[in-house]
């Protein structure tokens, strides 16, 4: 028996001494194929490619016209048809069937902010399946704005609008064709990164963010918990900076993505900055700024991660609505947003891109990325007090109080100057009659002046 039991152990002991370097072997292994390298000159080259591809794909080939991808629109659906097309071409990122999605398809209705009608869009989704129960969502929108200008009508006289057309690169084209390039190469990555990657494509992203609120009404809060993160991009061609958002109030994942995303044109956002005037909201002011204007805000109401690109300069203080750059206009929905425009006047686009590309390529494929994606970011109750109703009413009322105080300031400013000047002119008015007349001693001239000195009187105060 006591020799069975050395048996036994020397056979465990073989085991144990092949099994312990064989796990770190395995380990190791592992860390080793998370490197990975990435050629620049190569993405910039899928990056162009697929910028042109995409602008040539809304070219109306009987009028030789940009279309103009409303949300809704014939051209928003063949930029669905466009991109669901290149997508199918990858390998390892098939469609989404979940019932909400057929084929990769998931389509909605609306009602147009453009329109006021009901119309019909569609969200585009891949994924990418691993070994691990998580994922992580890469998504931009791929429809563009109404954009118009006001002419006169030489028939009527009157204003009227006119429609621009424009190729809609820096909202959003610019941002698809990253996408799109992201696809393509993590298609090729062979190795088990450890959770899914879906790419999601959505519709009617302009108008109130209807593709993103779509595709989230059908999560459970598990499907939430699962998602490790929410990469959006939203007009991220043009614009002094590139600016990076995550949260109001400073977590773990931010500082953790800051290790990333240094140097070069990144700048963290400032939750200070840039109000956002906004007609729709409960009181004609939207309390939240920029950092909240896209599609990721629409996950940040289910307590999941969020890390949002966007361009544009908000340096200053306090910055009023969308803003591109120190010096200068908007391209943005105007007929300057277009990919001729745009790589004359910015020819550095495609390293702008790139550095996006880059910098979101670290962040996945470094081995820390699940574990702080998974620690807590007390994100829900952060994000309630920022979305609360009563504190965009709290915050118009302390304005009107400050732009009533400012006013009255002025106002009372002034009155003081008017009141002094026309004191002035009439004591010169004054001092002319009276030394013109002094010698004279003239009665009814004093009289006269008498009678204008009470009238001048009586009638500044009445003002």
Not at 135 to 160: F, I, M, R, W
Not at 188 to 194: H, P, Q, T
Not at 255 to 275: C, M, R, S, W
């Amino acid at each position: 028996m006591s020799k069975i039991k050395k048996v036994f152990s020397m056979v465990l002991f073989v085991l144990f001494s092949f099994l312990i370097p064989l796990g770190s072997f395995s380990t190791r292994a592992y860390a080793e194929n998370r490197v990975h390298n990435i050629d620049e000159q190569q993405i910039k080259q899928d990056l162009q490619t697929e910028l042109e591809l995409l602008v040539e794909s809304g070219v109306s080939q009987d009028l030789k016209e940009r279309d103009f991808r409303v949300p809704g629109s014939k051209e928003e659906y063949k930029t669905a048809v466009y991109i669901y097309e290149r997508m199918q071409g990858l390998s390892n990122f098939l469609p989404v069937n979940d019932g909400a999605t057929i084929d990769g398809i998931q389509s909605f209705n609306f009602e147009s902010n453009v329109s006021g009608n009901n119309e019909t869009s569609q969200n585009i989704i891949f994924r990418k399946e691993s070994s691990g129960d998580k994922k992580v969502v890469l998504c931009a929108h791929y429809d563009s704005k109404y954009v118009y200008k006001v002419e006169e009508n030489p028939d009527t006289g009157k204003n009227q609008k006119v429609e621009v057309i424009n190729d809609g690169i820096n909202d959003n084209a610019g941002s698809v064709a990253l996408l799109l390039t992201l696809a393509k190469n993590l298609d090729l990555v062979s190795f088990d990164i450890g959770f899914d990657i879906e790419i999601v494509f959505f519709g009617a992203g302009t108008d109130d963010y209807a593709g993103s609120k779509i595709y989230n009404q059908g999560k459970t809060n598990e499907d939430c918990e699962k998602t490790l993160l929410v990469i959006n991009f939203d007009k991220i061609v043009v614009g002094d900076y590139i600016y990076t958002y995550v949260n109001e109030f400073k977590t773990p994942q931010e500082t953790y993505f800051n290790k990333f995303l240094k140097g070069g044109d990144f700048k963290e956002f400032k939750n200070i900055n840039a109000v956002e005037v906004n007609s729709s909201s409960v009181n004609g002011l939207s309390y939240t700024h920029i950092g909240l204007q896209s599609d990721h805000s629409v996950f940040m109401e289910r307590n999941v991660n969020v890390l949002n690109f966007f361009s544009g300069n908000y340096e200053n203080p306090l910055t009023i609505g969308y803003n591109e750059k120190e010096n200068g206009k908007n391209v943005t929905c105007t007929e300057n947003d277009s990919y001729s425009y745009i790589l004359t006047n910015y020819p550095q686009m495609y390293d702008r891109l790139f550095d996006v590309y880059e910098g979101v390529d670290k962040i996945l494929f470094d081995s820390n990325f699940v574990v702080q994606m998974e620690k807590p970011n007390n994100l829900e109750e952060k994000y309630e007090f920022w979305t609360n109703e009563k504190l965009a009413v709290l915050i118009t009322l302390i304005l009107l109080f400050v732009f009533a105080f400012i006013y009255f300031v002025i106002y009372h400013n002034l009155l003081k100057k008017s009141a002094k000047r026309a004191t002035e002119n009439v004591i010169e008015k004054l001092v002319i009659k009276i030394s013109s007349n002094m010698e004279e001693g003239n009665k009814e001239i004093t009289d006269l002046i008498d009678d204008k000195i009470n009238r001048d009187i009586d009638k500044k105060d009445k003002e």
